[in-house]
């Protein structure tokens, strides 16, 4: 269906003339400063900077609107990016809240903005459910650094429209769930059929499902599974974008590799992806002769494939984890091999670099190198979402990305609280220097 775009004016905000939008930081190391209006076809300007994230993983700049002139329709939150330093990547978000809990979230974090890449447009979509209450929007910085955003506009538009109503969305999705989620045995679905499957929804549209769909999902207590509507569906598809560049350089007799997540399934972007990596690693082969350094701290997941390809050379021809369903069912998985590159250096020592945000699909590829021998960890302590998503079709050309399996080492152990390192290093030391003096003391 056409899609009717719809300027919001001043007025269509509160009905009287506005102020500058106004922000503040997310955080105490946030330091968030802006003009202008983002209702207004100029949009607001805003800096968001800081020395430092906290203990926090990014910082952050928001604002809050109320709902009541948006819901049941679908807002555009558009600006351009300009990152001044910081070697994290720079977001826009829109979030709908409800009286007690977050109901929808969006986000252009799966095509980043990083630092000397200009000045780079985004958009972030998103369906504001009737019972939304609030929104709150803004811009992430997943560093310390500085981050700019000029033309910074919302807009509403008409919701798309579909023969699916919320009622059948939310219906398949419990039948989906229920058959497949790793901790079905951990809902009530009695109650949760009664309290979310309600007759009012079968007269509303498919985007009133997402929150209640949220809702069941939350309840399987994995942290890992999520539900995603058509738009991210398709821009998944459609690409393979790295969360920050891959980074090979040679420390003198240490090859330095940075895997960085990889957000989509495009299978180009992804063989070249892959193919980057080995390479990476056949150029620094012959000066590596004490070992390797694997950094896996910034890398937050997407999909697994192309990472453990890319890292055949090292990983090798094997066995190099499972996948186990909830009824104790291993499935093993190992690296494809690549006919652009098929060095063998799989007897090579190992240090991986891992930490808190090696999350997912990152997990993943560290638990391909637990168990490898000749292999050290170093760091902190992994984000604790060793599990495997699997995809589900919606009726609404949405998807649930469901937690169906548990991620097993080539040993057989499962990690669900976290990769713990040998050698654990504070966020404030140089895990660098500790995997290097490590591999330099072996014979």
Known sequence: MHRLAILLSVAFFSGCAQADTAWRGTSTQSLASGSGDISKAGGAA????AESTGENQFVGAITTIDAAA???REVVLTGTLL??????NAALWVRADGPEAPLAFASTGDRPVRLNEGPQPREARLYIPAAATSLKLGVTLGSAGQVDVEHLTLNAESAVQSNVSAYDMLDTAISIIRANALNADRVDWKSEQKSLLTPDLKKLPAQEAYSRIQ???TALADRHSSVQAPSAVSTYRAGAVVTQAVEARSMQDIGYLLVPGLRGSDPKASDIFSTQL???I???AETASKGWIIDLRDNTGGNMWPMIKGLRPLLGDADLGAFRDRNGVATAWRAQPSK???VDLSQSRVGVLVGPRTASSGEAVAVAFQGRPGTRFFGQPTAGLSTANQSFALPDGGAIALTTAVFLDRTGVAYLQGIQPEKPVPREQDAVAAAAAWLRAQP
């Open 46 to 49: 805003v800096t968001l900077s």
């Open 70 to 72: 948006f819901q049941g």
């Open 83 to 88: 990152v001044k330093s910081g070697t994290g």
């Open 215 to 217: 809702t069941v999902l």
């Open 278 to 280: 080995c390479e990476h």
């Open 282 to 284: 056949a150029g620094l």
């Open 340 to 342: 652009e590159c098929e």
